[in-house]
């Protein structure tokens, strides 16, 4: 467990899944938090765990660059963390309309890009500040997902890049790329029939989905001093879902043995 103290770690979308995840870990490592969130209930969410808490949405570049000035008027910013973000429905390209697209790529890349630019270029100024972005296992393969996909590889990529611009300024960034995991979001997914837990579990290494509390770990981690020579890298935290991929080929993963060898 990192000592936090004297941190002050803004998260969007932190009202829920890995956001609030991450907010409560935090929280608990006695950094001060900060929740930007659109969602019904997220003020009660941040309210639970002591976060202060902002209606934001973070397409809105006016209403983040404002933000970003009032908090740093305050108790500035040392920690960002963009974990807000929306699902896509697994849409073939000649189906999916140009409006949902565009909202995969305002919420995803438009969004980080606006909170980094805001948050990190203060940080900046400061010399002092860590950022984690939060892409995607959908942005380092392919998948049915032609709106979400490209938008978290292109955070992956901005993150890398605003590593090396920012990095002279003492600012590091990095990014982590969940793989499925346990999120009301999913859970939705789920529930409607778009995805089944069997076929995403068999197509990890683990055989699991990943729990909001592990991808908290890794950003906690990324956040912390404990990482204070890392920046510009990208993270997967997905039960070993990459790895595994490519086994199909040979048939999948084969079973462990019973008997030693």
Known sequence: MADMTGQH?????????IGLATAQLLRGQGAQVTILDLADGADQAAARIG?????????DETAIESLAELLEAHTPPTILVTCAGILQRTLRPEVLSWGEWDRMIAVHLRGTYACCRSFGGRMVKRRQGAIVTIASVAGLGTGPLHGYGPA????????KGLA????????????????????????RGLSAGAL?????????????????????????????????GITGAVLPVDAGYLVAGDWAAYGGLREPLTDTP
């Open 9 to 17: 770690a803004v998260i969007t979308g932190g009202g829920s899944g």
């Open 152 to 159: 978290k590889a292109a955070i992956a990529h901005l993150s």
């Open 164 to 187: 090396a611009e920012w990095g002279p300024g003492g600012v590091r960034v990095n990014c982590v790329a969940p793989g499925f995991t346990e999120t009301p979001a999913l859970d």
């Open 51 to 59: 976060a202060a808490f902002h209606k934001a949405d973070v397409t």
């Open 196 to 228: 089944r837990a069997s076929r995403l579990e068999a197509a990890a290494a683990l055989g699991r989905l990943v729990a909001p509390q592990e991808i908290a770990a890794a950003i906690g981690f990324l956040a912390s001093p404990a990482a204070s």
